[in-house]
């Protein structure tokens, strides 16, 4: 396969990715679908959770990883970039990909391993209050289901937030790899030419 192409084949994808995070990150400042908890938040109560702060999916993984893609899919098209030049350049460009990617998983690692904040009690602190309840669980949390039912307000927020993190983490790795991929493929686009005929 010519460099050129493996290109394209890249860049479509990672449009995607980016789509899917900057969706993801949106609906993170939403949780159980309702804006009442966003608002508090600018008001000075802070009811989102801080890993959704740091917006790893839109910055991270939506426009660091949009950048590269339209980049990558010019050196597919055969005009501009489709030469040597272009693809020493698509080398830079997914290594911007590849720090998105890395700053979107590293937050959405992040956002599961701390889990939600909410409003919450259990046997232990039995007066409800807002928090982290699962904080200090190492991870444990996402396997005993129980424990997700200390998360009162906002409603399923738990499972809100593990399946919007989750699809954070698997749209970084799979934009860190093709990053990687595009870095490998600019390389040799850089030393033996696109197959483009325009060197």
């Known amino acids: 396969?010519?460099?050129?192409?493996?290109?394209?084949?890249?860049?479509v994808p990672l449009y995607v990715l980016a789509l899917v995070s900057v969706?993801?990150?949106?609906?993170?400042?939403?949780?159980?679908f309702d804006t009442k908890y966003a608002a508090?938040?600018?008001?000075?109560?802070?009811r989102i959770t801080e890993e959704v702060k740091y917006m790893g999916?839109?910055?991270?993984?939506?426009?660091?990883?949009?950048?590269?893609?339209?980049?990558?899919?010019?050196?597919?098209?055969?005009k501009c970039c489709a030469n040597r030049c272009g693809m020493f350049l698509s080398i830079g460009f997914a290594a911007l990909g590849v720090a998105g990617g890395v700053y979107s998983l590293s937050t959405a690692a992040?956002?599961?391993?701390?889990?939600?904040l909410c409003y919450w009690k259990n046997p232990q602190n039995p007066i409800p209050k807002w928090g982290v309840p699962f904080a200090n669980s190492t991870g444990s949390y996402l396997t005993d289901k129980e424990m997700w039912k200390w998360c009162l307000i906002p409603e399923n927020v738990v499972e809100f937030n593990v399946g919007l993190?989750?699809?954070?983490?698997?749209?970084?790795?799979?934009?860190?790899?093709l990053c990687l991929i595009q870095m490998i493929n600019g390389l040799f686009g850089c030393i033996c030419g696109t197959c483009g005929g325009k060197e």
């Open 40 to 46: 508090d938040d600018r008001n000075g109560q802070q």
């Open 23 to 32: 969706i993801c990150n949106i609906m993170l400042f939403f949780p159980d």
């Open 165 to 177: 993190f989750s699809t954070l983490l698997v749209a970084a790795g799979l934009q860190l790899v």
């Open 1 to 11: 396969m010519c460099t050129g192409a493996c290109s394209k084949v890249i860049a």
């Open 57 to 78: 999916g839109l910055i991270g993984g939506g426009i660091m990883a949009l950048i590269p893609a339209i980049h990558i899919h010019l050196t597919s098209s055969g």
């Open 110 to 116: 992040l956002g599961l391993q701390n889990g939600p």
